[in-house]
């Protein structure tokens, strides 16, 4: 009896399996049949039939080489430096450099640890047509700035380092990829999904408690428990980058404001989702946001000098002083509702984040 069951199975696979292959061939000879038809019955240009299938079976984005393999293919060695420095930041300038004078960066982070996917992903701080927003006014200095003067904000806060020179080999090449990713895509300035995608900020302050929850579902697999990020064998180098600890952003960095924090956790976190299939809800994003910034990270000195006009300050910058009365705490962890209301109020200035 044991051994008629599987050949019982067997035939029945063969008997389904050719009744597949049957209606398989049925189709295909159908479908061929109907496409031959077609070009008689409608009146359809040869040419248009042709370009529809090659559109279908060949779309322009598959022709492209990835951005790996065009840096790879390029002969031009600023650019490829440039890819170099932002994806491998930490073994270019990082701490542990051998020349001193190449240690630029105070962490364990690279650019692409935030901006995501070669600088090239929507809503992942795509670096993208950045170059063609550049000079604009910025808040923090109250001035006008400079691409390069932006990229050093990142040095400084995100890096946790120090700033490079302008006219500096390692500062050009990094302008001269963000420069090149414009023409790799082909993108005006207003056609990117740039910075960060905004979510609907709950209406009440951060529950940590929640945040902690989350963190553990949901982040801790790769970031650690301790959230001081895997690192690799070689003791020096990160498979998952550090979320705080002395090997992360300093505490003047965007990352360490709660609502731009949730925004990027939301649309670009766990790691591999996109903007288009979040998984985690705003509630859970705040949350996990304001716990991950409550946790032990570098001080940057002569904080209290950011944002000289002090309206234009956002309103989860985590360190004063503040143009109003609201609490640091409440500038942390929220409820943030009251404090936009006040500013548009009394201000007539809408903040964002
Ligand atoms: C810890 C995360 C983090 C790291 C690491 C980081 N950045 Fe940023 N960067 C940000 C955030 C946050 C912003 C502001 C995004 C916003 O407010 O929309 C930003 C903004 C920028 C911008 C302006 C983007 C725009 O849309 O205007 C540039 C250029 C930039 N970073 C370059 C760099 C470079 C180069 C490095 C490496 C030396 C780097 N960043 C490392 C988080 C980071
Ligand atoms: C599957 C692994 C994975 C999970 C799960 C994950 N991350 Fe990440 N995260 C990464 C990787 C990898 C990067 C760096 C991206 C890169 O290098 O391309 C990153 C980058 C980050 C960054 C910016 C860089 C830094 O270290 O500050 C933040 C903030 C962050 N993750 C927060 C979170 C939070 C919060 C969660 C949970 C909701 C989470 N991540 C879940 C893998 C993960």
Redesign the pocket.
């Known amino acids: 009896m044991a051994s008629e069951a599987p050949k019982h199975d067997l035939e029945k696979v063969i008997r389904s399996l050719s009744k597949t292959i049957a209606t398989a061939s049925l189709m295909i000879v159908l479908l061929v049949a109907v496409i031959f038809l077609s070009t008689f019955i409608f009146d359809v240009p040869q040419q248009q039939l042709l370009s529809i299938s090659s559109a279908t079976l060949a779309p322009e984005i598959e022709d492209k080489l990835s951005i790996v393999d065009a840096i790879d293919q390029s002969s031009d060695q600023q650019l490829k430096y440039g890819y170099a420095l932002l994806t491998q930041t930490d073994e270019l300038l990082g701490p542990n450099v051998t020349d001193p004078a190449m240690r630029y960066t105070g962490n364990a982070?690279?650019c692409?640890?935030?901006h995501?996917?070669d600088g090239a992903k929507d809503y992942g701080i795509s670096l993208v047509a950045v170059d063609l927003r550049f000079p604009q006014y910025r808040g923090r200095e109250d001035k006008m700035g400079t691409l390069a003067d932006r990229i050093n904000g990142c040095f400084t806060r995100s890096m946790n380092g120090s700033a490079l020179e302008v006219d500096q080999p390692e500062m050009q090449a990094i302008i001269t990829y963000i420069k090149w990713l414009d023409e790799y895509f082909e993108v005006g300035a207003d056609e990117v999904k740039k910075g960060l995608k905004p979510i609907e900020l709950p209406n009440r302050a951060v529950d940590l408690q929640n945040g902690a929850q989350?963190?553990t579902a949901?982040?801790a697999?790769?970031?650690q428990p301790d959230g001081q990020?895997l690192v690799n064998a070689d003791g020096l180098t990160y498979?998952?980058?550090?979320?705080w600890g002395p090997k992360?952003?300093n505490n003047g960095a965007g990352?360490n404001r709660v609502i731009t924090?949730a925004q990027?956790?939301k649309y670009?976190?766990?790691?591999?989702i996109s903007h288009e299939n979040p998984?985690?809800t705003d509630e859970?994003?705040y949350d996990?946001?304001g716990y991950?910034n409550q946790q032990k990270r570098p001080l940057r000195a002569n904080l209290e000098k950011d944002f000289p006009d002090r309206l234009k300050k956002p309103v989860s910058t985590p360190y004063g002083p503040y143009a109003d009365a609201f609490s640091i705490q409440q500038h942390q962890l929220g409820p943030f509702q009251p404090i936009i209301t006040y500013y548009e109020q009394t201000h007539s200035i809408k903040k964002k984040n």
């Open positions: 982070l690279q692409t640890s935030c995501l996917n989350v963190y949901q982040c697999v790769c970031h990020g498979t998952y980058p550090p979320l992360s952003y990352m924090a990027f956790i670009n976190m766990p790691f591999g998984v985690l859970e994003a996990v946001a991950m």
